[in-house]
């Protein structure tokens, strides 16, 4: 039997990924690489995508914002305004 490499993503998932990096460069674009949280610049870890539970609304934040204390947190708990 021939073997043949699994299908890592989905063609459904492969989309939406391609329109969250539209997204995110709109984003980075708008808020002039600062986090939208907090307003700061990130440090050398970058900035993240902060998500709510559904993964629909994200906003691009620093490691600080995110995951304060190493403990990741969505931004439906948080109490962060989301403009849907």
């Known amino acids: ?13 492969e989309a939406i990924l391609k329109q969250e990096s539209i997204l995110v460069a709109q ?4 808020c002039e690489g600062k986090c939208m949280i907090c307003g700061q610049k990130p440090d050398w870890l970058g900035l993240e995508k902060s998500h709510t539970r559904d993964r629909k609304v994200f906003k691009l934040s620093c490691a600080a914002c995110h995951r304060p204390n190493n ?12 403009d849907k």
């Open 1 to 13: 039997m021939r073997r043949s490499p699994l299908k890592r993503i989905s063609k459904k998932r």
């Open 27 to 30: 984003m980075l674009e708008a």
């Open 71 to 82: 403990q990741h947190r969505y931004l439906d708990d948080c109490g962060i305004k989301l």
